[in-house]
């Protein structure tokens, strides 16, 4: 019934776990307190006594797994937009390792909150199978918003979609060719790179001439990287891959001082092992707390949780192949002497796609001094490599 100026963006707020006694006449007192109430949509939980209270976000993309690979972007947005309105538009990735193929996933752009909010309803699984397969359906994770002011001082680019072939050189050289010498050094993971200049005005005059290039026979997606924001915690979809809204994340030693460099646009939390860092696992509440006569425990599966309640990246990647739909993961432990006669040791990971019978090998270059460490540090490896 608000009949005022229309309220601020962004000032909504989701309440979970009301209690099922209460309603608006005792709600809207309680969180008055706070601020005006411009309004109140009051939807029912039917467990708990505790609210908790998080932002709500103004998302409009859905994330779709479990897409078969052989699908071209038009198929997918032909076949989003048979079921589902306000369809804008699909944002897929090639396959790192063959280009005519997708990567399973694919993103979902709709016009407006409530429209893909009807979506995901819509394509909730076992009511909606395109081409005959179940997919997955969840919230896209919002990218992270850079401040004007910093992302001008940027002199990095995030480049996207490289051949697996594509060397650090021929990057280098590719982006020297518009003008001799204004690239500093070349970082590439995978199919992705960081391409670092001397001077601002170069990186963003390389990104236009660049962008869309073909290197090696492949189109590649040039970008400013996103830098990273120190107080945010490393975050990744659930469905395990390093989502192309957060494929930019990684960190590595500056050649020159050996100091750790972080890009991308989430976290700067790492873990060191043997005087390495690497990024790590979400930042979590490391807290107890008393178990009071009569409070009820109910079992409940590893898989049903969220990314934020797992502090390790073994059981991460365990919890990430299981939403994939794919074997667990396979750990094969090698070891080796150092030359002062210490026992060093290195994970190889093994990952099984159920769907395709695929399977691929990682392995960090990184040995480490216990068996607990050398297991993280492929686990984390292996999250951030598929």
Known sequence: GWEGPPPPRGCEVFVGKIPRDMYEDELVPVFERAGKIY???????????????????????????AIPKDKKKEEILNEMKKVTEGVVDVIVYPNATDKTKNRGFAFVEYESHRAAAMARRRL?????????????????????????????????????N?????????????????KPGVVERVKKLRDYAFVHFFHREDAVAAMSVM?????????????????????????????????????????????????????????????????????????????????????????ISM?????????????????????????????????TTSQDGKTLLVYKVLISSIADDSQTYFMPEKLCTTVEDAKELAAQFTLLHL
């Open 39 to 65: 309004e109140l949509r009051l939807m029912m939980e039917f467990s708990g006594k505790f609210i908790g209270v998080c932002v709500s976000l103004d998302n409009c993309r859905l994330f779709i797994g």
């Open 211 to 299: 962008n869309g290039k073909c290197i090696d026979g492949a189109s590649i997606e040039v970008t400013l990287a996103k830098p990273v924001n120190k107080e945010s915690s490393w975050k990744q979809h659930f469905n395990g891959q390093i989502s192309p809204s957060s494929e930019n994340l990684l960190g590595f030693p500056n050649k020159e001082d050996g100091t750790q460099k972080s890009l991308g646009k989430s976290a700067s939390l790492s873990v060191r092992l043997n005087g390495q860092h690497s990024p790590g696992p979400p930042e979590v509440e490391r807290s107890t707390y008393p178990i009071f006569p009569g409070i009820k425990l109910t079992p």
């Open 303 to 335: 898989y049903s949780l969220k990314l934020s309640h797992f502090s390790s990246a073994v059981m991460h990647l365990d919890y990430f192949c299981h939403k994939n739909s794919w074997a667990p993961p396979e750990y094969c432990l090698y070891s």
């Open 162 to 178: 490289l051949m697996i072939s594509t060397t650090e050189d021929k990057i280098k050289a590719e982006f020297n060719k518009f």
């Open 124 to 160: 909730i699984p076992g009511t909606f199978q395109p081409w005959g397969h179940t997919i997955q359906v969840d919230w896209a994770d919002p990218e992270k918003v850079v401040d004007e002011e910093t992302m001008q001082r940027v002199k990095v680019l995030y480049v996207r």
